[in-house]
């Protein structure tokens, strides 16, 4: 098989760019041992404190950040590291052109249940600044520490899958995925119901109705409630997943992060054949205004999303 190194070496970008991959591929692996024992060891449970999101941290959360900052630091390329866990950007002196921007531990409310969590990356170049559009992103990808471990990776143009083999090795399984462009699955949290918006209110409604709605087919919900693991089936099957703007969010902006979770996630999409909106325009044309900036999230197959959309442009924006 294939391994990630020779499938690196293959790709035709700047040996520089695949060694901050690299070095996040190595970050995983570490990650993904450190969660296979935390019961054992006890590295579980909340770590007492609150990270800039106002979240109480988990023990783990914070395990994974120190994992991620150590490989960074030993990688002579890389001079940012942007994450969910670090109030500010951490810089690293004389240290090369890449700018990282991570959530080490995507999911870990999740974690106590021994349901999949990930890691989360995006890569920039650091000397355009921390605030760059997701189209400017050089590669991203996410971990999906599962019953197997999954690395899904995309320069732009094309998204793999690696595998972690019992000797610590990612090993090529699928190569130029491609999002099935319809499906009837959505990934949604209903709980959320009274709090939607009508474009949203409207879309599910459609798909509830099943085969006698607009829709014209049976729709099924999944939702995990780890965006890792709601993507990462969209990504194999085909779906869509939706965190849109809601009542509650509004003055937040949404509920995750652009840079981070929403930005890699749409590349990682879009490279593969989908598509990403906020339900008004494309994730990767925004142009952030903070580190930590938060939107509305709504990814996956194509036909689906440009039902949403639809929905979308029936509604004026308030």
Do not use: C
Not at 73 to 85: A, M, Q, T, Y
Not at 207 to 220: D, F, I, W, Y
Not at 271 to 299: C, K, M, W, Y
Request: charged content about 20%.
């Amino acid at each position: 098989m294939t391994t990630l190194s020779d499938w690196l070496a293959a790709q035709p970008v700047d040996p520089k760019l695949a060694s901050v991959v690299a070095t996040m591929a190595t970050a995983s692996a570490e990650i993904a041992d450190v969660l296979r024992l935390a019961p054992i060891s006890g590295q579980t449970g909340l770590a007492g404190q609150t990270n800039v999101q106002g979240e109480a941290q988990k023990a783990l959360d914070v395990i994974s950040n120190d994992i991620v900052l150590n490989h960074i630091r030993r990688n002579p390329d890389i001079s940012i590291l942007v994450s969910e866990e670090l109030d500010e950007a951490v810089h690293i002196e004389n240290q090369g052109r890449f700018l990282v921007a991570t959530d080490p531990l995507d999911g870990s409310s999740n974690l106590d249940v021994n349901v999949t969590v990930g890691t989360i990356f995006s890569v920039l170049d650091a000397t355009k600044g921390l605030l760059q559009p997701g189209s400017a992103q050089l590669a991203a990808g996410y971990a999906a520490y599962g019953p197997a471990t999954s690395l899904v990776l995309t320069f732009g143009t094309s998204t793999a899958v690696f595998t972690l083999d019992a000797d610590g090795t990612f090993q090529l399984t699928l190569d130029n995925m491609s999002v099935a462009p319809a499906s009837a699955e959505y990934a949604i949290n209903t709980a959320r119901e009274r709090l939607w918006d009508a474009a949203t209110r409207g879309y599910v409604a459609e798909n509830v109705a099943g085969e006698t709605g607009p829709a014209g087919k049976r729709h099924n919900m999944r939702w995990v409630g780890s965006m890792v693991a709601d993507i990462h089936r969209i990504l194999m099957r085909g779906g869509i997943f939706l965190y849109p703007l809601d009542s509650e969010t509004t003055s937040k902006g949404g509920r995750l992060r652009l840079l981070y979770e929403a930005n890699p996630m749409a590349l990682v999409v879009e490279a593969a054949g989908g598509r990403s909106t906020t339900g008004r325009e494309r994730i990767l044309d925004l142009v952030p205004t903070g580190i930590h900036q938060r939107v509305p999230v709504i990814l996956g197959s194509a036909e689906e999303v440009a039902r949403v959309e639809a929905w979308y442009a029936k509604i004026p924006a308030n």
